[in-house]
């Protein structure tokens, strides 16, 4: 991943002449690991609410699949796998998604630190990485679960970035991130919920409904980069709607998706009420606020309300 015979240099590290070729070794080793942080950092949050919502999906059992309610020592075990499962197919995804020349453009403007624009490391260095990525990955899968899901989110990554179909049409954006994001929740359950564990009617509907529930909302994201993604020429929901009209229709595809939803799980009306005046709390918040940190909140809590909505399942055991 570094030149041969690149210095070291970073805020951690500051360049030392040191003989020792172990401690080059070392500080090479976390020279590396500290690139692999920063090329996923962005993704921290995804991958930790779908390791927690893998869990949930597992204890819902056979609400969502063939596969009986998980106990605690089961998801004890199988957890830490989902979490393995989960970064090494966001890895993939995001190495893709930042080795373009128009990412590394955009990245210089709202996202300076990662690797490429940083000089960190070289777009040959990404390329052969997420060469050798690919195949590890798929072969971790079939000892742990989800290859199928993996095989999906590679093909949506590829659709998504190396034919730019995230880039030129919003409306194909937002349908490849519902695919996108919902496949890496879907693979995270199975994983979770052990080898052998597939997904049935009702859970393949849910599975459709959450991804339908993305599609519609996941403009939200764009909000906080704007001035990149002019600048890049993306064509992305804010930029060709408005910000104002597209933050309304968001807003009001959280408190509809969030209804529908409940419907689906048939839950009670104290809960339905919960997560109406929530949706709406939300969705309000959305429209009002402005300025790059305010939106890059908006996304946050985005994620507290999907995930609100990934958990409805495990209604069936009360």
């Known amino acids: 991943m570094m030149a041969s015979g690149e210095p070291i240099q970073t805020d951690l590290f500051p360049q030392v002449k040191s003989n020792s070729s172990t401690d080059s070794w070392i500080r ?3 020279y590396d690991a500290k690139t692999v942080w920063f090329i996923i950092e962005n993704y921290q949050n995804i991958i930790l609410v779908w390791t927690f919502l893998s869990g949930v999906g597992a204890f819902a059992g056979p609400a969502l699949s063939n596969r009986e309610a998980c106990n605690i020592h089961h998801l004890a075990t199988h957890i830490p796998l989902s979490l393995l499962w989960m970064i090494f197919t966001a890895l993939v995804f995001a190495i893709s998604n930042q080795r373009s020349p128009s990412s590394i453009i955009e990245d210089k403007i709202n996202k300076p630190q990662r ?3 940083s000089g960190r490391i070289t777009e040959h260095g990404m ?3 997420l060469c050798y990525l690919i195949p590890v990955t798929y072969i ?3 000892f742990i679960g989800g290859s199928n ?4 989110s590679v093909v949506t990554s590829w659709l998504y970035n190396e034919l730019g179909a995230g880039d030129e049409n919003f409306y194909s954006r937002q349908i490849l991130n519902g695919v996108g994001l919902i496949g890496w929740h879907a693979g995270s359950v199975l994983v979770a919920s052990g080898v052998g564990t597939e997904f049935h009617t009702k859970g393949i509907q849910w599975i459709f409904l959450l991804g339908a529930a993305v599609t519609f909302t996941i403009a939200i994201q764009d909000y906080k ?3 990149g993604d002019i600048a890049v020429g993306k064509v992305t929901n804010p930029i060709v709607w408005g910000m104002t009209p597209s933050k309304i229709f968001c807003a009001v595809m ?3 998706w969030a209804f529908i939803a409940c419907w689906f799980w048939n839950v ?3 809960v339905l009420a919960i997560y109406m005046v929530i949706s709406l709390v939300q969705g309000i918040r959305v429209v009002v606020v402005q300025g790059k940190r305010a939106e890059a909140l908006s996304l946050e809590l985005w994620y507290v309300w999907l995930l609100m909505l990934c958990i409805l399942p495990i209604s069936t055991r009360f």
Do not use: A
């Open 28 to 30: 090479s080793l976390l």
């Open 115 to 117: 690797p490429l624009p």
């Open 127 to 129: 390329r052969r990485l």
């Open 140 to 142: 971790l899968t079939l």
């Open 149 to 152: 899901i993996f095989l999906l």
């Open 225 to 227: 980069d704007m001035e």
């Open 254 to 256: 959280m408190v509809t």
């Open 268 to 270: 009670d009306l104290l």
